[in-house]
């Protein structure tokens, strides 16, 4: 009988916990269509801040204007490291 109770409120505990995380859901799903284009720009993930886009070698690359810190998006890094008019990057000056 006492593992018949236990399985009853494992199963209470799931439903309650599975509720739960239904509501987070779709309040962040309102909360994401209520932002929608009004909150175009980003924050800093270190400090919090607005991020603003600058060009640094023909490449659109992320600044914070308070910690000064630098974001690269996905293959960023790449073109940077790449570009150069002799055909090599500073990167590959660098170990080369």
């Known amino acids: 009988m006492p593992i018949e109770l236990d399985d009853r409120g494992r199963a209470l505990e799931n439903e309650y916990f599975r509720q739960k995380e239904q509501e987070l859901l779709e309040k962040m799903k309102a909360k994401i269509a209520g932002d929608g284009a009004t909150d175009a720009h ?55």
């Open 42 to 96: 980003m924050k800093c993930p270190k400090c919090g801040g607005d991020l603003y886009e600058t060009t640094y070698e023909g490449v659109a690359i992320d600044v914070c204007n308070k910690c000064m810190g630098v974001w690269l998006d996905a293959g960023e890094l790449a073109q940077i490291a790449i570009k150069d008019e002799e055909g090599k990057g500073w990167f590959s000056k660098l170990f080369g």
